[in-house]
């Protein structure tokens, strides 16, 4: 029996049952104000912010950030960032692998894109309305680009796919629960922006679980975000 524990896939839990149920209730609070929102004004176009940093960008990075902050240190006698983020590149060859990975997913995640919007009706027009415009507005956007792929990348496929696997006690299930958490954090785009951001976050689970690092992931993602906001799509 011990060597049966011994032998499991399932990596330990990183904090108390408190410090993730908090993580949770708020993301689960976040999809039912969204949805709420979404039920009451549909899919009506929205206006683009006069200032999108102050309006959209500034508080995004704010709230990322203290996101990242909380499943690093609050609650911890010392940062949990090394544990979180995994295997890091000890030579040219994990590094090498790592960014073709991620470059592969990137193209992956294009393509799956692409298929998407030919089955389902796509709007858009919540995230268009938020997306640069001006040479200033491109540079806000790479510095919101590179805060929200690592801040979510630590917050989901890092803590929470970590932790929802400890306490469930399969590491499947954790990738499976975090993706509905990362869909749900986006219910104010629409139930079909849900089970389209909820596929993506299964993918980046399971290059996170496969490659034991948070690394590829975050390349992807922050490249990701970088190509939807500099290269605007109608």
Same mark, same amino acid.
């Given at each position: 029996?011990?060597?049966?524990?011994?032998?499991?896939?399932?990596?330990?839990?990183?904090?108390?049952?408190?410090?993730?149920?908090?993580?949770?209730?708020?993301?689960?609070?976040?999809?039912?104000?969204?949805?709420?929102?979404?039920?009451?004004?549909?899919?009506?176009?929205?206006?683009?912010?006069?200032?999108?940093?102050?309006?959209?960008?500034?508080?995004?990075?704010?709230?990322?950030?203290?996101?990242?902050?909380?499943?690093?240190?609050?609650?911890?006698?010392?940062?949990? /960032?090394?544990?979180?983020?995994?295997?890091?590149?000890?030579?040219?060859?994990?590094?090498?692998?790592?960014?073709?990975?991620?470059?592969?997913?990137?193209?992956?995640?294009?393509? /799956?894109?692409?298929a998407?919007?030919?089955? /389902?009706?796509?709007?858009?027009?919540?995230?268009?309305?938020?997306?640069?415009?001006?040479?200033?507005?491109?540079?806000?956007?790479?510095?919101?680009?590179?805060?929200?792929?690592?801040?979510?990348?630590?917050? /989901?496929?890092?803590?929470?796919?970590?932790?929802?696997?400890?306490?469930?006690?399969?590491?499947?299930?954790?990738?499976?629960?975090?993706?509905?958490?990362?869909g749900?954090a986006?219910a104010?785009?629409?139930?079909?922006?849900?089970?389209?951001?909820?596929?993506?976050?299964?993918?980046?689970?399971?290059?996170?679980?496969?490659?034991r690092?948070?690394?590829?992931?975050?390349?992807?993602?922050?490249?990701?975000?970088?190509?939807?906001?500099?290269?605007?799509?109608?």
């Amino acid at each position: 029996m011990s060597s049966e524990r011994q032998s499991s896939p399932v990596a330990p839990a990183l904090a108390p049952l408190w410090h993730t149920a908090a993580l949770v209730a708020l993301y689960l609070l976040v999809g039912v104000v969204g949805t709420l929102v979404t039920a009451r004004h549909g899919s009506v176009a929205l206006a683009p912010p006069a200032s999108r940093l102050g309006a959209v960008y500034a508080p995004l990075v704010v709230v990322q950030v203290a996101l990242a902050l909380y499943v690093v240190r609050v609650g911890r006698p010392k940062s949990a /960032f090394t544990d979180l983020l995994g295997h890091r590149w000890t030579d040219v060859r994990r590094a090498c692998v790592d960014v073709a990975l991620a470059l592969a997913t990137f193209v992956a995640l294009r393509l /799956f894109d692409l298929a998407w919007a030919r089955v /389902f009706v796509v709007d858009r027009s919540a995230v268009l309305a938020e997306l640069p415009v001006t040479g200033l507005e491109r540079a806000e956007w790479a510095v919101v680009a590179v805060t929200v792929g690592v801040s979510e990348e630590l917050v /989901f496929r890092g803590y929470l796919q970590t932790q929802l696997g400890a306490l469930t006690g399969r590491a499947a299930l954790g990738v499976v629960l975090q993706a509905a958490l990362f869909g749900i954090a986006h219910a104010e785009q629409g139930g079909e922006a849900v089970a389209r951001v909820a596929l993506y976050g299964a993918g980046l689970g399971v290059l996170a679980r496969l490659r034991r690092s948070l690394l590829p992931g975050m390349i992807c993602h922050v490249a990701t975000d970088l190509v939807s906001g500099l290269v605007r799509s109608r």
